[in-house]
């Protein structure tokens, strides 16, 4: 098991190994007192991984409860908040109470975020089941819920108090959730470390466990000096900002991590071509995605994914932030102005 300590406004453990969902109920016993804990998870994980960690919760004290909702982004939403809070308040639920999120990105948004505001804030306790969640949503503090313009554009930062990663739950993952934490790996590894953009693209031959948690100590670092994303967190953003447009242009039927491997490729090709990165970078980047079984290209139309760029809720007056990889392990932010976005896509496409 390996124990990575975050230190931001709040500072927290994440924990990665096998197993961690029996000792969840003594661990999380060890920071909170034994009051109620309210379980929030999706209908595919619940019935996989419900039962172990209540048992676990109950066995080390706590009243167990749970909410339950359906799978999938198009739940994201303030009307599960809404239900959500209702059953809190309904259960009398008091700050020294606490809430688990069980399940993937989309839990761990909206269970931090239903605990950022009940009561004007409560403690919560992620135990990420996705691979994209146990390297990325669930340390950070991000939380947020999708308004019908858009994305997580209503949110709060609050930090988890914990950070329980169980690596049996990724094993009954789909190929497609796999390479969608695939992609965030990557992207790791392009901002800044050589040896892990190796490893990942190389991972069924090296330890889930040591990557993962290279992954968040990479995060921890970029986050406890930014937590609330006003300069270098925005490192982070790397292959989003034209990844969330070639999501968009889908209607949200590519995933995530599918859209960032996409918008990843064609940054890198646009920096090579515009004379930034080293020659050849990008067709290193564009192996690893593909070695992962993730895509490099999109059929979509330069000016739509323009557009959609555009009006990501990350562009402020005349200029947007690009992130550019000028090598694998090397990746700045830059900015250009918005009229100069089509041309970057262009390039890049
Ligand atoms: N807060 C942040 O910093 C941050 C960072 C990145 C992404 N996100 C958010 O995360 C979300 C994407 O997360 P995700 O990819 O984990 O999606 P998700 O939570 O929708 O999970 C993907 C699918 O896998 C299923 N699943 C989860 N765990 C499983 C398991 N162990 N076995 C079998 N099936 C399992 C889920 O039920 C779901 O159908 C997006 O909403 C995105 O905005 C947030
Ligand atoms: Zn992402």
Partial sequence: ?????????????????????????????????????????????????????????????????????????????????????????EAHFTRSDIIVALGGGVVGDMAGFAAAIFLRGISYVQVPTTLLAAVDSSVG??????????????????????????????????????????????KYGVICDRDLFDKVKNYKNNDMEALIARCV?????????????????????????????????????????HGVATGLAIIARAAEKKGMARVGMAKEIEDALISCGLPTKTDYDTDMLATLTLSDKKSSGDSISLIIPLEIGNTVIHKVLRTEVKDFIEAGK
């Fill in 141 to 186: 503090g991000k939380t947020a819920v999708d308004l019908s313009r858009g994305k997580n554009l209503c949110g709060a930062f609050w930090q988890p108090r914990l950070v329980l990663c169980d690596t049996d739950t990724l094993d009954t993952l789909k190929e497609v959730n796999v390479q969608d934490g695939l992609a965030e790996m990557l």
């Fill in 1 to 89: 098991m390996q124990i990575i300590k975050v230190n931001t406004s709040t500072s927290y453990e994440v924990h990665i190994g096998k197993g961690l969902l029996e000792s969840a109920g003594e661990k999380i016993a060890a920071l909170f007192p034994r009051n109620r804990a309210m379980i929030v998870s999706d209908d595919i994980v619940f019935p996989l991984y419900g039962e172990k960690l209540t048992k676990s919760l109950e066995d080390a004290g706590f009243a167990c409860s749970n909410f339950v909702f359906e799978n999938g982004e198009e739940r994201k939403r303030i009307s599960t908040i809404e239900a959500l809070l209702e059953q809190m308040a």
């Fill in 217 to 257: 100590e990479i995060k921890r670092d970029i986050v406890s000096g930014d937590e609330f994303d006003r300069g270098q967190r925005m490192l982070l953003n790397l292959g989003h900002t034209i990844g969330h447009a070639v999501e968009a242009a889908s209607e949200f039927t590519l995933t995530h991590g």
